[in-house]
C-alpha cells in the first residue's frame, strides 16, 4: 500500500489522515491477521516514539470506519486485517496460532443461518475452524488429511 492508497482509504472514510494512522494501514498490508502488538512492532520501525496506545488508539478508529476487521479467535487477542466488506471466515492453527482466511462456504453473506433468528435481521456470520496447519501436521508426524469439498 502506497501512502497515497492509505491517504485516500482515510479521507474516504471521513478519518483525518496522521502519520501513525497511515503507518498501521501500511503495517496491515504486510501482516495480514496481525495483533496490536506486532503492528506496533512493525510500525516503529518508520515512526520510533508512536506507542503502543497510540496503535490501539488508530485500530479502534479504523475498525469503526470499516476499513479493517478484528477477529477475536478464541482465547487468542484480537487480530486485524484489511480484508473487509465480505462475509469470509478463517482458519486457526491450534499449535502455532498461524490464521488464514477462507471464503464463504455457501455464498453470500450471511453464508450460515440459525434455525432461529429470534426476530433478527442477519447481516454476516462469524465461524472460525480450528486445526492443524500444514507446518504443523508435519513437525507432529501427522498426515494431512483434508477436509473433502462440497463443491
Do not use: K
Amino acid at each position: 500500500m502506497t501512502l497515497s492508497d492509505a491517504t485516500g482509504l482515510l479521507r474516504g472514510a471521513g478519518l483525518r489522515v496522521t502519520e501513525p494512522r497511515r503507518a498501521v494501514l501500511e503495517a496491515l498490508e504486510g501482516l495480514p491477521h496481525a495483533s496490536a502488538d506486532a503492528i506496533h512492532a512493525q510500525v516503529v520501525r518508520t515512526l520510533p516514539d508512536v506507542s503502543l496506545q497510540t496503535v490501539y488508539n488508530v485500530l479502534r478508529d479504523l475498525t469503526g470506519s470499516g476499513l479493517t476487521r478484528s477477529i477475536e479467535p478464541g482465547d487468542h487477542p484480537a487480530r486485524y486485517e484489511l480484508r473487509v466488506g465480505d462475509n469470509h471466515h478463517h482458519l486457526v492453527c491450534t499449535r502455532c496460532s498461524a490464521i488464514v482466511d477462507v471464503d464463504c462456504v455457501v455464498g453470500h453473506a450471511p453464508c450460515l443461518t440459525p434455525n432461529e433468528s429470534h426476530g433478527f435481521v442477519l447481516n454476516e456470520a462469524e465461524v472460525t475452524f480450528w486445526g492443524l496447519c500444514l507446518d504443523c501436521q508435519a513437525a507432529v508426524g501427522l498426515a494431512s488429511d483434508p477436509v473433502p469439498s462440497t463443491h
